[in-house]
């Protein structure tokens, strides 16, 4: 089981990226999903977060109207588009995916690199 990102880059302040996270392993469709970002010299964040059916997407305040989270459970994929980056938007962004109920399960990818740079 395995969730892997992809899309990350380099772009220009007020520009737009869009990652996609590809799981397989694993029932998607189960699973909250989330991204989470990690900068330079600083902790992990939680950035967005999808839960399952599509039900709820909630937001970091520093990214609130410029990200969206997205799911389609029947490609097994999340994304995150980005707009109107800033520098401050620069970091390595990591998807997570975390069970829904059950048993707990989590899983990480291994993160896509995003750099905010004029």
């Known amino acids: 089981a395995q969730v892997v990102e992809s899309g990350g880059g380099l772009a220009q302040p007020g520009g737009s990226l869009r990652l996609s996270c590809a799981a397989s392993g694993f029932m998607f469709s189960s699973y909250n999903m989330n991204w989470y970002r990690q900068a330079p010299g600083k902790e992990r964040e939680l950035v967005a977060t999808?839960?399952?059916?599509?039900?709820?997407?909630s937001y970091a305040d520093s990214v609130k109207g410029r990200f969206t989270i997205s799911r389609d459970d029947a490609k097994n994929t999340v994304w995150l588009q980005m707009n109107n980056l800033k520098t401050e938007d620069t970091a390595v962004y990591y998807c997570?995916?975390?069970?829904?109920?059950?048993?707990?399960?989590?899983?990480w990818g291994q993160g896509t690199q995003v750099t905010v740079a004029s």
């Open positions: 997570n995916a975390l069970r829904a109920w059950g048993r707990p399960a989590e899983y």
């Open positions: 999808v839960t399952v059916a599509s039900a709820l997407a």
